[in-house]
Each structure stands twice: as structure tokens, then as C-alpha cells.
């Protein structure tokens, strides 16, 4: 609970020092979200990412990897209620951005990949699955990145 009052509190401040449609108010809106979810309260944290997709929505270019943050948090409410096509969905979009903006071999496609594949074994989709649990082990068997070694 002290979490959520300090990020409510850094929102409070950055409310009064910039503009309704700052990219900060945005990040402080997310972050809030994040702890909602993690405390389980899934509407709360939902309110909060959403919130933050409207600012991130119309202060950033659409390719932000900010606006790609935004919507795998929201995704991943999802994912935690169980409700796998919202979670899917989501997870696309994140991913759309992501790989304009990064290149094809980079660790975080990877672990993009592999979140959007385990949502697709959820959804019973095992051939999606294994599609994109392939595409992450391939950019892991050719990274320099000691966290995906192990994967």
C-alpha cells in the first residue's frame, strides 16, 4: 500500500507541474497500473494503463516504445484475469511496434515472442505456440545477452 501512495503522490505533483497530456502524467498512470495488478486488483490497474494509452496515445508517435510498454501492461492484466485474446491482442500490438523500432535480432523480440507464444498455448493455439517460442529461441541461440542463454 505504501507503494501505490508514493506513486499517487509523484502523480499528484506531476499533475500540478505539467500539462494534462505530458508523456510524465502517462508513465505515473502506468506505474500506478503495474501495482494494481500486482496487488491483483485487475479493474484498478486496467483504469490506470488505460488511462495512460490515451495520453501516450495522443502525445507520442505510434511507434513509441512507450505507447509499446503501455499496451504489453495492459496485456498482461489481462493474461493475469485469464482472458487470453485480450492478453493476445494487446501483446500484438506491443509486438507490431517493437519490431519496427527494434532490429530483428534483438533480446527483447525475444522475450516478446516467447510471452505471445505461451499466451497462444493458453489459448489452446499450440501451432501459433511453437511459432513463436521458435522465433524467440532463435534470437536467443544468436544473442549476446547472458539473460536469454539460459532460456
Do not use: W
Not at 513509441?64 to 493474461?79: F, K, M, Q, W
Not at 510471452?115 to 513463436?132: D, K, P, V
Request: charged letters at 20%; glycine letters at 4%.
Amino acid at each position: 500500500m505504501k507503494a501505490i501512495s508514493f506513486r499517487e503522490k509523484t502523480f499528484e505533483i506531476f499533475e500540478k507541474m505539467l500539462p494534462p497530456d505530458h508523456p510524465n502524467l502517462a508513465v505515473a498512470y502506468d506505474n500506478i497500473g503495474i501495482l494494481y495488478e500486482k496487488m491483483g486488483k485487475y479493474p484498478q490497474a486496467l483504469s490506470y494503463h488505460e488511462k495512460a494509452l490515451k495520453i501516450f496515445g495522443k502525445a507520442l508517435p505510434l511507434n513509441h516504445p512507450d505507447l509499446a510498454i503501455c499496451y504489453i501492461n495492459i496485456g498482461a492484466v489481462y493474461e493475469s484475469m485469464s482472458d487470453y485474446s485480450k492478453a493476445f491482442f494487446y501483446r500484438e500490438i506491443a509486438l507490431e511496434i517493437q519490431e519496427k523500432i527494434l532490429p530483428s535480432n534483438h533480446p527483447c523480440l525475444a522475450s516478446f515472442y516467447n510471452s505471445i507464444g505461451n499466451i497462444n498455448a493458453n489459448m489452446g493455439r499450440f501451432l501459433e505456440s511453437l511459432s513463436f517460442s521458435q522465433r524467440a529461441i532463435d534470437i536467443a541461440k544468436n544473442s549476446n545477452d547472458p539473460d536469454l542463454q539460459n532460456t
